[in-house]
């Protein structure tokens, strides 16, 4: 079983930075591809990046590319997500998630976050 604790959120300016982070424990062998969603009040969750095992292959939703970056340090078990030029658009609950594959399909994940709130003011 893997287990996956977020941090890092909270409340920030319109234009300003945050960095999550996810600690993941435990080991699983669907446990490669790691990744984060979020889902905003009256929305549906919404991919927002993931990356593989390596960190060869990245991957982000159109309306974050160039803003967001994703990184993985695999010796301390853990997941980042460096946010910058955030807008209000951002705001909501953003998820770490764990899978085999890298996918922008929330299905293919097999473990989650209890999920940390962000939240960007203008």
């Known amino acids: 079983q893997v287990q996956l604790v977020e941090s890092g959120g909270g409340l920030v300016q319109a234009g300003g930075s945050l960095r999550l982070s996810c600690a993941a424990s435990g080991r699983a062998r669907s446990s490669n591809a790691m990744g984060w969603f979020r889902q905003a009040p009256g929305k549906e969750r919404e991919f927002v990046s993931t990356?593989?095992?390596?960190?060869?292959?990245?991957y982000f939703v159109d309306s974050v590319k160039g803003r967001f970056a994703i990184s993985r340090d695999n010796a301390k078990n853990t997941l980042y997500l460096q946010m910058n030029s955030l807008k209000r658009e951002d705001t909501a609950v953003y998820y770490c998630t764990a899978g085999y594959y890298p996918s922008s399909d929330p299905k293919e994940y097999d473990y989650w976050g209890q999920g940390t709130q962000v939240t960007v003011s203008s």
């Open positions: 990356i593989s095992w390596s960190g060869a292959s990245t």
